[in-house]
Nanobody
Framework: QAQLVESGGGLVQPGGSLRLSCVAPRMIFSVFSPLHMGWYRQVPGKERELVASINPGSATNYADSVKGRFTISRNNSRKTVWLQMSNLKPDDTATYYC????????????WGQGTQVTVSS
């Protein structure tokens, strides 16, 4: 079983919203809570990009392409990270993944299966 399991993707019209969830079912609280967590996305033929991150203290950062539209949050006791996506655009279409990353911004765990988001009318 993967360390991190993503869900919540789907097909949505432009301007719509989705909420993605990332759960760490195998981690204990003391391992999850100090992790720097991120949501990434990837489209075929392109590199995976970090779109939102949240540190252990819940400070957040966003890629310019999603700033003002996406919100990342976490609940350490539930070992869960969310990505609330609003005003979705066709360019947001991608497979979305979550992972923890280290101080060098390198992913800490194997990638899960991700969750597909398709924005189309």
């Amino acid at each position: 079983q993967a360390q991190l399991v993503e869900s919540g993707g789907g097909l949505v019209q432009p301007g719509g919203s989705l909420r993605l969830s990332c759960v760490a079912p195998r981690m204990i609280f003391s391992v999850f809570s100090p992790l720097h967590m991120g949501w990434y996305r990837q489209v075929p033929g392109k590199e995976r990009e970090l779109v939102a991150s949240i540190n252990p203290g819940s400070a957040t950062n966003y890629a310019d392409s999603v700033k003002g539209r996406f919100t990342i949050s976490r609940n350490n006791s539930r070992k869960t990270v969310w990505l609330q996506m609003s005003n979705l655009k066709p360019d947001d279409t991608a497979t979305y993944y979550c992972n923890a990353f280290d101080t060098a911004k390198q992913p800490r765990y194997n990638w899960g299966q991700g969750t597909q988001v398709t924005v189309s009318s």
